[in-house]
């Protein structure tokens, strides 16, 4: 093609250098020349035309080609996305699988730890309530031991002091404020007692709290992430699937 523009580019330069015939448009210009450089034109344009002519020819060679390879790769990419899809199937399987049993485990270790904790939780209290109950006895028996003893004393007092009239009114007095002082100390005693059995049912109750909060705590970790698809995940044990009745 270069030779065929170079051929055309001199002929036209031949043309326009050509002399001009007078009063007419037209030109006098080398025959010999511009016959070679026509030859050139001739020779040159054949073989672009023949290369032309074969690429026609082969074009439905080269787009049957170009579709039988389209093909082959479509087939090559249909099969390979199956291939990864099938792997990612089996995968999100196999972590299904591991998850649901990581979940079992965690679950039946929640449930020991539950199980575990409400039996401490029990004997403690048991434990806590008898000794409560022990020394609420102790110092009721010693409440009322003290009440009695005041009261007897004060009996005495009141019957020694009966005796001399110019004191009777004096013994009364004193007689009361012993009586009244006794009685007092029972309710001293008393109250002591209750809140001690209070104060060691609060320990009892802040135990058991601290207990159900970790247990709460270890369920909403475990079924925090859902199933798969987004939604809630099953309850694997329990009626109710809230971890109450485990406590139960």
Known sequence: MYRVFESL?????????????????????????????????????????????????RRDEIVGEAEREAEETRTAATTESDE???????????????????????????????????????????????????????????????????????????????????????AHAQSAQIIDTAEGEADRLRQECDGYVDAKLAEFEDTLTKALTTVSRGRSRLWKGGSPNGTPAPAVYGRTGTGMDLID
């Open 9 to 57: 580019d001199a002929l036209v330069t031949v043309v326009e250098e050509a002399r001009g015939v007078p009063m007419t448009s037209n030109c006098v210009v080398p025959r010999g020349d511009v016959l070679d450089l026509l030859d050139d034109v001739r020779e040159a344009i054949p073989a672009e035309l023949d290369d032309a002519q074969d690429v026609l020819d």
């Open 84 to 170: 990864l899809l099938a792997d990612a199937r089996a995968e999100a399987e196999r972590l299904v699988s591991e998850a649901r049993e990581e979940a079992e485990r965690t679950l039946a270790e929640a449930r020991h730890q539950a199980d575990t904790m409400i039996a401490d939780g029990r004997q403690e209290y048991e434990e806590v309530t008898a000794r409560a109950r022990h020394d609420a006895d102790r110092h009721v028996e010693a409440g009322r031991a003290a009440h009695d003893r005041f009261v007897a004393e004060g009996q005495q007092e009141q019957a020694r002091l009966v005796s001399q009239t110019e004191v009777v009114r004096a």
